[in-house]
């Protein structure tokens, strides 16, 4: 009775361990299969996440503000004023992100759309070949190498003050076509150099120009370079030549082979001189295009004169860098510029301004300006032609905010 | 007689002195051991606020740094050392 009570409880346990063993087995098979899972799941997100060859990436610029204009036309003594404002200020908003592509380490593809005040625009595009140390390929629709301020200096959250130099971004053409570019060593000193070959310039029938055109209008392509040299190792200054040659007329006109000739010269100084962060530039920009027979827009007449255009603009900002606190996120900045267009034409003027003024850097790259600009256009347009031939000043007061996106 | 050989002479004294000068520019094309020597770091506040102010490394990651600086290569037109050694300094 003893051994078939001893055999009953064997088999009894023997079943309770078989039971319980089934049962862990099950629910190992439950976890793994998650785990499985899961690992799966990992790997799938890691192969996404795997640096590969392309990269993109959006960067930018956007720039808003406030404008408040007072205008004093003088003509023959008569002074006549108006008061108008702006918000946000029409000529200085911006709002630009910029695409950028790389393609393993050589190929780099930027496109800049920008909505401001002509709407919506290109700002550039173009994809460029990084081919050799101090050699880098580019085509597609780019800022000509035309002194620096508007390839380097011109993005809001970079110029220390609200307005652009009268002039200087107007006469520098963002074009379609190939350029090549680079920068050396040259011992302790260093030089850059670049070289494009676009459609050019266009002239209009009134002698002045326009540029971005994706049709030629004639045969000839418009050769612009500029030559860079950093005479220091620290690379404080920099100081560079520009010029910019070509026919401007269209092909089968009487003016086909007017010819534009451009030059600029171009200075950067930049140099901590305890406690004080000194930045000086400088750019001046002169424009020769043939005397030829031009359309006064006022009766369709034709007429001539003497088509010479030069433009100018020497900046200083100072920024405490050594301070501490508030005081060193300020900067003070002041430029004069001058911008005179043809004498005896329609649109003939000696053009000057002075504007100062006082940023704030919340960081790096964003600042909050205020700016003061007193603008004079002195007319020196033909009186026979029926233009304007007084005095206007405008003196401006700008608020601005700049962020580099 | 005597005007040619002069011409020859102009020519020969005008050609070695163009070697000189394209031999001499090549032979500069190369950085100086104080040059070569610099850090990323002390390029990187050299170069950057030519243009704007240096910025910060944790602005971007490292992926985008590179890309970041083959755009400012093409604006700034620095050197490709340069670039490589600044580059490296913002991904640390």
Redesign the interface.
């Known amino acids: 009775m003893t051994q078939q009570k001893n055999i009953i409880r064997t088999s009894f346990m023997l079943l309770l361990i078989i039971l319980q063993q089934t049962a862990i087995k099950a629910q190992q098979t439950v976890v793994d299969s998650s785990v499985l899972d899961r690992i799966t799941e990992l790997e799938k997100q890691v192969s996404y996440k795997k640096?590969g060859e392309e990269?993109f990436?959006v960067?930018g610029v956007a720039t808003m503000g406030f404008a408040a204009y007072k205008t004093t036309n003088t003509i023959g003594g008569i002074a006549s004023t108006s008061k108008t404002n702006s918000f946000p200020d029409a000529d200085n908003f911006e709002f630009s992100p910029m695409l950028?592509w790389?393609h393993g380490?050589k190929f780099?593809m930027?496109f800049e759309p920008s909505f401001n005040n002509n709407g919506l625009s290109v700002n550039w595009a173009d994809v460029?070949y990084?081919a050799a140390?101090?050699l880098?390929i580019?085509a597609g629709y780019f800022v000509l190498p035309f002194g620096t301020y508007a390839?380097?200096?011109a993005a809001g959250?970079?110029d220390k003050l609200a307005t652009d130099p009268m002039g200087i971004a107007d006469m520098t053409p963002t074009d379609y076509g190939v350029e090549v570019?680079?920068?050396?060593?040259?011992?302790?000193m260093?030089m850059?150099?670049?070289l494009a070959l676009t459609n050019g310039n266009q002239l209009n029938p009134d002698g002045t120009l326009t540029n971005g055109n994706i049709v030629d209008n004639n045969n000839n392509k418009t050769v612009t370079g500029r030559l860079?040299l950093l005479p220091f190792?620290?690379?404080?200054l920099?100081i560079g030549v520009s010029g910019m040659f070509g026919k401007v007329g269209d092909q089968g006109a009487l003016v086909q082979n007017t010819s534009g000739n451009l030059y600029a010269f171009d200075l950067?100084y930049?140099k901590t001189l305890s406690p004080i962060?000194l930045n000086i530039k400088s750019q001046y920009n002169i424009q020769n295009i043939g005397n030829v027979n031009y359309l006064n827009p006022a009766d369709s007449s034709t007429y001539t004169f003497n088509n010479h255009t030069s433009s100018f603009f020497a900046q200083c900002s100072i920024r405490p860098v050594g301070a501490e606190g508030f005081l060193k996120n300020l900067e003070l900045a002041g430029r004069y510029t001058t911008f005179n267009t043809p004498s005896n034409s329609t649109f003939g003027a000696n053009q000057h301004s002075v504007t100062i003024g006082l940023d704030y850097?919340l960081?790096?790259?964003s600042v909050f300006k205020i700016t003061y600009d007193s603008y004079t256009n002195n007319s020196t347009a033909s009186k026979n032609l029926g233009a304007f031939t007084g005095t206007t000043n405008i003196n401006t007061f700008y608020l601005q905010f700049s962020i580099q996106l | 007689m005597k005007r040619p050989k002069f011409k020859n002479i102009s020519l020969l004294i005008a050609t070695a002195f163009s070697i000189f000068i394209v031999v001499s520019l090549i032979d500069s094309c190369k950085v100086s051991q104080q040059v070569a020597a610099k850090s990323g770091a002390q390029l990187w506040a050299e170069n950057c606020q030519r243009c704007h102010n240096t910025p910060s490394p944790s602005t971007f990651s490292a992926e985008q740094w590179e890309t970041i600086g083959l755009h400012m290569q093409t604006r700034a037109l620095i050197t490709d050392d340069e670039r490589k050694k600044i580059v490296d300094f913002l991904k640390q």
Do not use: A
């Open positions: 640096s990269h990436l960067v950028l790389r380490s780099l930027e460029s990084f140390p101090g880098i580019r390839k380097r200096e959250w970079i570019e680079g920068g050396l060593p040259l011992g302790n260093k850059n150099y670049d860079g190792s620290n690379s404080s920099e950067n930049v962060l850097w960081n790096w790259r």
